[in-house]
């Protein structure tokens, strides 16, 4: 109904419905439920892609979809210590490799402790979730870096960049230079 009514007032817009945010050279557009959250991080993203991909992280998840999915990420979802503590430990050591013995000491818990919370919390495995933090590690770096497959696969902990494709690609549903060429908001770079 909306669609229609937008073309047939404005029949010589050419009108995207098929992404929240499109954008040209000289104009932005958002069009969803919270689309101006799009658009704030869309000029957020033109200063500084990482601060861009840190907002939005505690916004929404990454718009695979035309209308772009929105919810609380896990981070956001819980307000537990250790699973807090777990994560910083996490993200600090995405490139070394998982150890649930080396977390759960930086945490100050036993490893059956951690393993119980992270899982009555966010409903998965430490390991799962650190493993979801690497891709999205790499995803991030996909999108704002120019680094080839390799440093990234090494940088994610990772030891070859066929590896890391394959995760990618089963984790987000797209290939690794799809994921290069969409920036956080989803519009075409």
Do not use: C
């Not at 050419?14 to 869309?42: K, Q």
């Not at 993203?45 to 718009?63: C, F, G, I, K, W």
């Not at 979802?77 to 250790?82: E, G, N, Q, T």
């Not at 690497?134 to 497959?149: F, N, P, S």
């Amino acid at each position: 109904m909306a669609r229609t009514f937008f073309r047939a007032r404005y029949p010589s817009v050419a009108l995207d419905d098929s992404r929240a945010l499109v954008g040209n050279d000289r104009v932005v557009t958002a069009g969803a439920v919270l689309a101006h959250f799009d658009l704030a991080l869309w000029f957020v993203r033109q200063r500084s892609p990482e601060l861009a991909d840190t907002v939005a992280r505690y916004l929404m998840l990454d718009p695979r979809s035309p209308q772009a999915t929105y919810a609380i990420p896990d981070h956001l979802r819980h307000a537990d210590h250790l699973v807090m503590l777990f994560e910083k430990w996490a993200r600090e050591n995405l490139a070394t490799g998982f150890s649930l013995e080396q977390a759960a000491a930086f945490v100050g818990t036993s490893e059956r402790t951690l393993s119980r919370r992270i899982n009555m919390v966010l409903g998965r495995s430490p390991l799962s979730y650190f493993q979801s933090l690497r891709v999205e590690r790499a995803a991030y770096l996909l999108r704002t870096t120019k680094l080839g497959m390799d440093e990234i696969a090494a940088r994610t902990g990772y030891d070859n960049a066929a590896t890391l494709r394959t995760l990618l690609r089963r984790k987000t549903g797209r290939t690794a230079s799809e994921i290069r060429r969409t920036n956080h908001l989803g519009v075409q770079d």
